[in-house]
Structure formats: structure tokens, C-alpha cells
């Protein structure tokens, strides 16, 4: 398609269909074969000491998926799960089919496939390992959630990820009717972001804006933000936790607010994702800045003044999906399937929350109808089996 578009735009549009047949001349497609190459080179590495997608640049589509445990679930169950789970990830992460997949070749492809496995408190206390105290529901912030029960706290979530919408489907499924007998499913939230930026460039949310600039070095000298470490209970270390916020966006009325009140909504320009005080998308926000009349520049009550960390425990890595499931009234179909890993979410997330439901120009726009909290398993080394310490 890209070879076609540019013959396009050179030539005119007169002469497309000719143009388009001289280009495939000239350069050929690639054959199947290439690109079967080319998308299973892209396998991510499954074991490890952390599990895989958090860390990476977070692919183009994305299944976050939800599970309740069937009633009469005991330890054993979660065990089986999580054994089945291990297997079947491993080999889709591969570019293998599962053991029982009856259509092999929609695993051929792995396309930077990434499951990541998270587990509720009653898995938890099923294995009977020690449950974090932020393993509960985060505080209601009744300012401005509108939580809907239908995507709430689960048992289990896969996080599911991708370049290809494919895989990520045919991930899902198998993923789904692999532990049909011990669980099902609860929600599922489909996402996207741009699958033309580069990795490591933020994307752009549904509102325009350039989603994702500040973060904490997770992979350098912030790891400790993210990892939990020597003070959390022995069968997380390594592992994380994830806020998954379903959060609707009122499009409506954000096309009636003009460029000015909504670049100052956040304190970034629309365009480059700068900041309104001036340098481009890395430079540093002044918050001190103020005008003629002595305003700051960036609005008391902008997104990122309310969000900026107020203390360095105050961080976590944001990894959010778009999601566009359709037209409803009011566009609330539409919005950011926000997600925050951190080591600990009521000593980091919450406390920016909360400011943020106390003010927020964003909250004109924006309304939280989902909240849930899991613990992210640790990687599993070699021969190991998904949250096995739990059961140690
Ligand atoms: C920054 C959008 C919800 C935490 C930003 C930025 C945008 C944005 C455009 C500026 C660029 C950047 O640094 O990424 C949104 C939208 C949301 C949303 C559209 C909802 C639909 C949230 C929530 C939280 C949050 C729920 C956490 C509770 C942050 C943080 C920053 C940020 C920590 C960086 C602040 C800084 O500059 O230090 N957000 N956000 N955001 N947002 Fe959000």
C-alpha cells in the first residue's frame, strides 16, 4: 500500500491504476514468505525474570481481558490455570500453535506478541500466599468515577499484545477456551494506538493529544517504581501491579471547546505535544511561568500540573490503549483504556488520583466507568510455571 500511495501522489490520480501496476513492476511486494519471515522474527522472549509486556514499546493492538474463577474453584484449579496458562503462552509468543489449537497457522505469525498474566485476590487467597494490601479496589473517587460493575475487579486478567489484530484475537481465544472449565470471561476491553509511530514515541489519544511523554526511567534508575521488591511478599518479587481504568471520553463536547482552552486543558500544545511554556515534547514543563496578570501559564487545574509527581514515590509507567467500540449518543464508546503498572498502587497511583478527581480541567471531558487492580505475576525462569512461588 505504501508503494501504491506514493506512486499517487506523484503521478496523479488520473493515471492511478497505471501507476500502481508500473511501482509493482518496479518494486515487488514482498512475497509471503518475507513477510512470514519478517513477522516471526518479531517473537519476545517469554521467560525472564519479569513478565513480558510492560517493559516493551507497546504494540498497536491490545485485548485486555478479564476472568472470574467458576465458583467452586480451589487451589488446585488456579494451578492448573496457570500451568495451561504457561504452556499456551509460551508456545503463542513463539509462533507455536497451543496443544489443542486447531488452527496452528494463525499462531505462525507472532507479531511482537506479548501476554501478560495478573491475578485478583481470590486467586490469591485460593494458592494461599499473602495478599498485598493493595491488592482491593482502588478508593472511590466519587467526584467523578461512573463505574459500571460490567468492567470491574476480575479474578484473573491477560493482557494481550500485538502488531497484528489477528494474533491478538487468535491469542484471546485460545488463551479463553484453553481454561473454559475453570474460568470465564468477565470483560473484554479492546485498544489501539498508532501502529505508524516509531517505538518509544507516544501515541496520540482520541482527543488529539500526544499521550505518554512523561514517564519514570523504569528501566534504569527508577526500576524500584515499578518492580516489587524486598518489602512486598516473597511470590511477587519481580513482579508489579496494573490499574486498568476503562475512562470514556465526551467527544461531543470536546469538538466544541476551541484549540486555546483545550491545549490549556492539559498545559501541551495539540500539535508538538510541548509544553504551553515553550521548547519542544522533551522539554521541561515550567510550571512556575506566569503571564502579564500573573496566571501560571500552565493552568492551576491542568491534567499534567494535578498529575505531575509531588514526591518521587508519586510515579508509575504508563501503558494505555485507545478504544473505539462504536457511536452512542454522548460518544462515551470512545476513550483510553488507561493503564498504570507500579510496584504499589495505593503509595503511587492513588495519591495522584486523587488529586486529579479533586480538579482536573480534563474531567470536563473525561469520565471513568471502569476500575480494576491486579497483581502482575513475576517472569517464569526456565521449567517454572506461572505464580508458582504462590503456592510455595
Ligand atoms: C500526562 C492524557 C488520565 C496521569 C498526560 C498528558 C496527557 C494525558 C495528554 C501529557 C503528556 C504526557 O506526559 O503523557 C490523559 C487522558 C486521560 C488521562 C486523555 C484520560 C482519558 C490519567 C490518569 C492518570 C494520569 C487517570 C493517573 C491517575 C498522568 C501523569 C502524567 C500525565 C502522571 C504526567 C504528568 C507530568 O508531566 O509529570 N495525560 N491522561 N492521567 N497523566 Fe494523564
Redesign the pocket.
Known amino acids: 500500500r505504501t508503494v501504491l500511495l506514493s506512486g499517487l501522489a506523484g503521478a496523479g490520480a488520473g493515471v492511478a491504476a497505471g501507476v500502481g501496476g508500473a511501482l509493482a513492476a518496479e518494486r515487488p511486494a514482498p512475497s509471503p514468505d518475507t513477510r512470514l519471515a519478517a513477522g516471526r522474527a518479531s517473537a519476545r522472549a517469554f521467560r525472564g525474570t519479569h513478565q513480558a509486556g510492560i517493559l516493551e514499546a507497546p504494540p498497536a493492538q491490545a485485548a485486555f481481558v478479564a476472568f472470574d474463577l467458576h465458583e467452586q474453584a480451589d487451589g488446585d484449579a488456579v494451578r492448573r490455570l496457570l500451568t495451561v496458562w504457561t504452556d499456551d503462552i509460551e508456545r503463542l509468543m513463539a509462533g507455536r500453535g497451543t496443544l489443542t489449537d486447531l488452527e496452528p497457522e494463525l499462531a505462525a505469525v507472532p507479531a511482537s506478541l506479548t501476554v501478560t498474566v495478573g491475578v485478583g485476590p481470590r486467586v490469591v487467597e485460593l494458592a494461599g500466599a499473602e495478599r498485598p494490601d493493595w491488592l482491593a479496589p482502588l478508593p472511590a473517587f466519587p467526584e467523578i468515577d461512573a463505574l459500571e460493575d460490567a468492567w470491574g475487579e476480575g479474578d484473573l486478567l491477560l493482557q494481550i499484545c500485538a502488531e497484528s489484530p489477528t494474533t491478538v484475537a487468535h491469542a484471546q481465544r485460545r488463551l479463553t477456551t484453553s481454561v473454559a472449565d475453570l474460568a470465564s470471561v468477565r470483560w473484554v476491553q479492546r485498544g489501539f494506538r498508532e501502529p505508524f509511530e516509531g517505538p518509544g514515541i507516544?501515541m496520540r489519544?482520541?482527543?488529539g493529544?500526544?499521550?505518554?511523554?512523561?514517564?519514570p526511567d523504569v528501566t534504569g534508575l527508577d526500576a524500584d517504581l515499578l518492580w516489587v521488591g524486598a518489602d512486598g511478599p516473597a511470590w511477587l518479587r519481580g513482579g508489579s501491579s496494573v490499574?486498568v481504568?476503562r475512562?470514556?471520553?465526551r467527544l461531543d463536547a470536546w469538538d466544541r471547546a476551541d484549540r486555546a482552552a483545550r491545549e490549556n486543558a492539559?498545559?501541551?500544545r495539540l500539535d508538538t505535544?510541548a509544553p504551553v511554556t515553550g521548547g519542544t515534547l522533551d522539554s521541561a514543563?515550567d510550571l512556575e511561568a506566569t503571564d502579564e496578570l500573573g496566571f501560571h501559564v500552565i493552568d492551576d487545574a491542568a491534567?499534567?500540573?494535578r498529575?505531575?509527581?509531588t514526591a518521587p514515590h508519586?510515579?508509575?509507567l504508563?501503558r494505555?490503549y485507545s478504544y473505539d467500540d462504536g457511536v452512542e449518543g454522548g460518544g462515551m464508546r470512545t476513550?483510553?483504556v488507561?493503564v498504570?503498572f507500579q510496584a504499589d498502587p495505593a503509595r503511587q497511583?492513588v495519591p495522584?488520583?486523587r488529586r486529579?478527581a479533586q480538579a482536573d480541567l480534563?474531567n470536563l471531558?473525561?469520565v471513568?466507568v471502569g476500575s480494576a487492580v491486579f497483581a502482575v505475576l513475576p517472569g517464569a525462569g526456565s521449567g517454572e510455571v506461572l505464580g508458582q512461588a504462590m503456592f510455595a
Open positions: 507516544p489519544n482520541l482527543l493529544q500526544v499521550d505518554g511523554t512523561v514517564q490499574v481504568r475512562i470514556g471520553m492539559i498545559g501541551r505535544g514543563a491534567h499534567m500540573r498529575a505531575h509527581a508519586e510515579r508509575f504508563r494505555p476513550g483510553l488507561f498504570a497511583f495522584v488520583q486529579l480534563l471531558w473525561t471513568p
